[in-house]
């Protein structure tokens, strides 16, 4: 089955404590990207990553950190998360890079940070 | 960045159709309009994506007039399994995506 896979869905951690959220495709995707939704403002971009070994930052990377060292991973990694980063994390991919490239989209990590 | 505009919520009964609307004053010539629906607890999903006019699917359409600064996304007869959170995305060729803030959509019996 085609989909976008994301480990812990659920995370309950401490502050300062690093972790990495995985997200893995088996779609041979080149796309992929790391969204974070919070409550009123909607789905918003952390980074992205258009191939191997290309990321960039989307609209709010503060914090955060990638890598794509392969096509079908691209873990996000919070080397010391403070409780602003409380959040419901989304991976997702497309077959190219491009908004009119459909993006499919993992089932979410929910993290909290105390 | 340009960026869209959607009403935060609607409401809507069973049966009805729905329109949401979204304005992308700052469209560029190569972006598309597409919609994603999100229900709790999954990841938003692909509906409908068009450039101009009228797109048409099993699931809703599309309407981009002809100045493309807005967009229509139409639901017909919309049933409570339609609640959901939509979102409109605005984008071309470019890797950085901007989604907003969508519009929840709470239908009633």
């Known amino acids: 089955e085609a989909q976008v896979t994301q480990n812990p869905r659920y995370l309950i951690t401490v502050t300062g404590k690093k972790l990495t959220v995985t997200c893995s495709q088996n779609?041979?995707?080149?796309?992929m990207s790391w969204y974070r939704q919070d409550p009123g403002l909607g789905l918003r971009q952390i980074y992205y990553?258009?191939?191997?070994?290309?990321?960039d930052k989307g609209d709010v990377p503060e914090g955060y950190k990638v890598s794509r060292k392969e096509k079908r991973n691209f873990p996000l990694i919070l080397e010391s998360p403070s409780p602003n980063q409380t959040s419901l994390y989304f991976c997702?991919?497309?077959?190219?890079?491009?908004?009119?490239?459909?993006?499919?989209f993992g089932p979410g990590t929910r993290l909290t940070v105390l | 960045l340009a960026k869209t505009t959607q009403p935060i919520s609607m409401d809507s009964y069973e049966g009805q159709e729905v329109n949401i609307t979204c304005s992308h004053n700052?469209?560029?010539?190569?972006?598309?309009i597409t919609w994603y629906q999100q229900f709790p607890s999954q990841g938003p999903r692909f509906i409908i994506q068009?450039?101009?006019t009228k797109v048409t699917n099993e699931v809703a359409s599309l309407f981009i007039p002809a100045d493309r600064k807005s967009s229509t996304l139409s639901l017909p007869r919309v049933s409570l399994s339609d609640t959901a959170v939509y979102y409109c995305?605005?984008?071309?060729?470019?890797?950085?995506?901007?989604f907003g803030q969508g519009t929840t959509l709470q239908v009633k019996p």
């Open positions: 997702a991919s497309s077959l190219i890079y491009g908004g009119h490239n459909e993006q499919f």
């Open positions: 779609m041979n995707h080149e796309y």
């Open positions: 990553s258009m191939n191997v070994e290309v990321t």
């Open positions: 700052n469209i560029a010539t190569n972006d598309y």
């Open positions: 068009g450039y101009k």
């Open positions: 995305l605005m984008a071309g060729n470019t890797g950085k995506l901007i």
